[in-house]
RNA sequence: GUGGUUGUAGUUCAGUUGGUUAGAACGCCUGAUUGUGGUUCAGGAGGUCGUGGGUUCGAGUCCCAUCUUCCACCCCA
């Protein structure tokens, strides 16, 4: 009795064909964090659902996967915990959950490492997270996340630091036409004072952060739904349709915010990470400042940044922002952070419908030898060796095969020159080198061979 | 979590109001070609129709459940 294997609802194997590909974008991501002074580190997948639960929500919670008490984990369960229902009974059987980001994880990190830390203390982090989400194009319930963040400074500089990165990580990657969307937590606070809608921030936020998305009116009545006056709606309007430069932009807050002290606090923030950008002199840094961005996290109180990728049908590739207290709940209080990720799999999903992926994101063997016979195999193991010696991928098809076999096999591979060995070759010393692509052969020595394939 | 959608050969898809033995293309294998792949030609293999029930004389087709896919909402990378 066989069974026809399947994979877990919203995950994913990665051939060879998509490992390359996406090895080309991890490569770039640690290339640029590095160059940025961030060091990696990694945690467990699991990490033990107190750590995990109530951080990100009820909404969150809700998207935790849980993993089963090992042993008999009924054990630890009464009828009575089990008539009370779920809520009641998962903490007598699980303890321990997949993780659902790698930022409270780099938080439970610090937190039990501090004393060795050396403050301000940056890390980069790129490993798969799990969501018990319902799974769509660009959503998938595993997937890997690519964090830098810097725990232990107010500095304004890891804001710029961060576009910085954005900027080097997309130029690596031949992403052209994106922008870096910024905002500021306190002058969403600040407009809602203005608007005199306080207190109601949060609401605020879930409202216009879907403005591209629903238009203005219905956000205005998602608004309105979620208890904010019709004053105060028609007070935001205006703000929410500004335009022009960001300077313009931000000129023209000042003046809404002037009665905000939180408010204008943000816009000087914002000021200051642009100013330093202009000594960093980018020809362009695509950063754009957008008041309706608001993102969910509800741990951000200082800048926010969302990135998106135009013309493609995917949502944001990157995010981020500043957290003034990740650490308190773990006992560490007055820890700001300032972080970001890459969401890997829906870059690899705009390069793929962009098409952009270069040529060395294929990588595959160079050469693979072709025999016709006992000896010349085993000629052909010692050509093999020279090969490798100089460092060159290759391969010789191991088994006795018809050469129309072992072309076949080196087409599928993609694999760019064969070396043809028979007792001709043998004789002369010479070897049939073929590029598969042009079908083009010569006979040449091996040291000849060497230095053609040192040329590409 | 709510509502909808999808599933037929390795892959992409046909398959009539329920009616004989479920098709095509591409791919795969063999040969034409025993020292040369991609092209061409000839032949061949490959399907518990996602899974489990039900209705019916008869189900790929209708009904129910379940899994999966994609989509919208919620939320998010």
Same mark, same amino acid.
């Given at each position: 009795?066989?069974?026809?294997?399947?994979?877990?609802?919203?995950?994913?194997?990665? %051939?060879?064909?998509?490992?390359?590909?996406?090895?080309? +974008?991890?490569?770039? !991501?640690?290339? /640029? @964090?590095? =160059?940025? #002074?961030?060091?990696?580190?990694?945690?467990?997948?699991?990490?033990?659902?107190?750590?995990?639960?109530?951080?990100?929500?009820?909404?969150?919670?809700?998207?935790?996967?849980?993993?089963?008490?090992?042993?008999?984990?009924?054990?630890?369960?009464?009828?009575?915990?089990?008539?009370?229902?779920?809520?009641?009974?998962?903490?007598?059987?699980?303890?321990?959950?997949?993780?659902?980001?790698?930022?409270?994880?780099?938080?439970?990190?610090?937190?039990?490492?501090?004393?060795?830390?050396?403050?301000?203390?940056?890390?980069?982090?790129?490993?798969?997270?799990?969501?018990?989400?319902?799974?769509?194009?660009?959503?998938?319930?595993?997937?890997?996340?690519?964090?830098?963040?810097?725990? %232990?400074?107010?500095?304004?500089?890891?804001?710029?630091? +961060?576009?910085?990165? !954005?900027?080097? /990580? @997309?130029? =690596?990657? #031949?992403?052209?036409?994106?922008?870096?969307?910024?905002?500021?937590?306190?002058?969403?606070?600040?407009?809602?004072?203005?608007?005199?809608?306080?207190?109601?921030?949060?609401?605020?936020?879930?409202?216009?952060?879907?403005?591209?998305?629903?238009?203005?009116?219905?956000?205005?009545?998602?608004?309105?739904?979620?208890?904010?006056?019709?004053?105060?709606?028609?007070?935001?309007?205006?703000?929410?349709?500004?335009?022009?430069?960001?300077?313009?932009?931000?000129?023209?807050?000042?003046?809404?915010?002037?009665?905000?002290?939180?408010?204008?606090?943000?816009?000087?923030?914002?000021?200051?990470?642009?100013?330093?950008?202009?000594?960093?002199?980018?020809?362009?840094?695509?950063?754009?400042?957008?008041?309706?961005?608001?993102?969910?996290?509800?741990?951000?109180?200082?800048?926010?940044?969302?990135?998106?990728?135009?013309?493609?049908?995917?949502?944001?590739?990157?995010?981020?922002?500043?957290?003034?207290?990740?650490?308190?709940?773990?006992?560490?209080?007055?820890?700001?952070?300032?972080?970001?990720?890459?969401?890997?799999?829906?870059?690899?999903?705009?390069?793929?419908?962009?098409?952009?992926?270069?040529?060395?994101?294929?990588?595959?063997?160079?050469?693979?030898?072709?025999?016709?016979?006992?000896?010349?195999?085993?000629?052909?193991?010692?050509?093999?060796?020279?090969?490798?010696?100089?460092?060159?991928?290759?391969?010789?098809?191991?088994?006795?095969?018809?050469?129309?076999?072992?072309?076949?096999?080196?087409?599928?591979?993609?694999?760019?020159?064969?070396?043809?060995?028979?007792?001709?070759?043998?004789?002369?010393?010479?070897?049939?080198?073929?590029?598969?692509?042009?079908?083009?052969?010569?006979?040449?020595?091996?040291?000849?061979?060497?230095?053609?394939?040192?040329?590409?």
């Amino acid at each position: 009795m066989s069974q026809k294997p399947t994979l877990p609802k919203g995950t994913r194997d990665f %051939g060879p064909a998509q490992m390359g590909k996406r090895n080309f +974008i991890f490569s770039a !991501i640690k290339q /640029v @964090f590095e =160059k940025y #002074g961030f060091m990696p580190l990694e945690t467990p997948a699991m990490e033990n659902l107190s750590v995990l639960t109530g951080k990100y929500g009820d909404e969150g919670d809700q998207l935790l996967f849980k993993v089963l008490n090992s042993g008999d984990f009924l054990s630890k369960a009464k009828e009575t915990d089990f008539a009370a229902g779920s809520k009641q009974l998962l903490p007598k059987i699980s303890e321990k959950g997949l993780k659902y980001d790698l930022t409270v994880p780099f938080a439970r990190y610090v937190v039990m490492n501090r004393h060795d830390l050396a403050l301000p203390f940056k890390r980069y982090q790129i490993q798969p997270v799990w969501r018990a989400d319902r799974p769509q194009k660009g959503r998938y319930r595993e997937f890997y996340q690519c964090d830098a963040d810097v725990v %232990g400074t107010n500095s304004l500089i890891c804001e710029t630091e +961060i576009i910085l990165m !954005i900027n080097e /990580v @997309f130029a =690596k990657l #031949g992403i052209k036409d994106f922008d870096i969307k910024i905002n500021h937590r306190k002058i969403l606070t600040g407009i809602t004072q203005a608007i005199g809608a306080t207190g109601k921030e949060s609401d605020f936020c879930v409202a216009i952060d879907k403005l591209d998305k629903i238009g203005i009116d219905k956000v205005l009545e998602e608004m309105k739904g979620r208890g904010i006056s019709e004053e105060a709606t028609q007070k935001a309007l205006p703000i929410l349709a500004l335009t022009g430069t960001i300077e313009e932009k931000i000129a023209h807050l000042k003046n809404i915010l002037q009665n905000s002290e939180e408010g204008l606090q943000g816009i000087k923030d914002l000021e200051e990470i642009l100013e330093t950008l202009k000594t960093f002199d980018l020809d362009q840094h695509h950063v754009d400042f957008d008041v309706t961005l608001a993102r969910g996290l509800s741990y951000y109180t200082g800048a926010i940044f969302e990135v998106k990728v135009n013309n493609v049908s995917i949502g944001s590739v990157s995010g981020g922002g500043r957290y003034d207290d990740l650490t308190g709940v773990f006992g560490v209080p007055d820890l700001s952070g300032v972080g970001f990720s890459f969401g890997v799999d829906r870059i690899y999903d705009v390069m793929e419908e962009l098409d952009i992926f270069p040529e060395e994101a294929r990588t595959s063997t160079e050469v693979l030898i072709i025999h016709f016979d006992d000896e010349s195999k085993k000629y052909g193991l010692s050509v093999l060796n020279q090969l490798r010696k100089v460092g060159i991928k290759s391969e010789i098809y191991p088994d006795s095969a018809k050469p129309k076999k072992q072309f076949d096999y080196a087409n599928k591979k993609n694999i760019s020159y064969t070396i043809v060995i028979g007792s001709d070759e043998i004789a002369t010393q010479k070897l049939s080198f073929k590029n598969m692509a042009s079908g083009q052969q010569e006979k040449l020595t091996l040291e000849e061979i060497l230095k053609q394939l040192s040329k590409h």
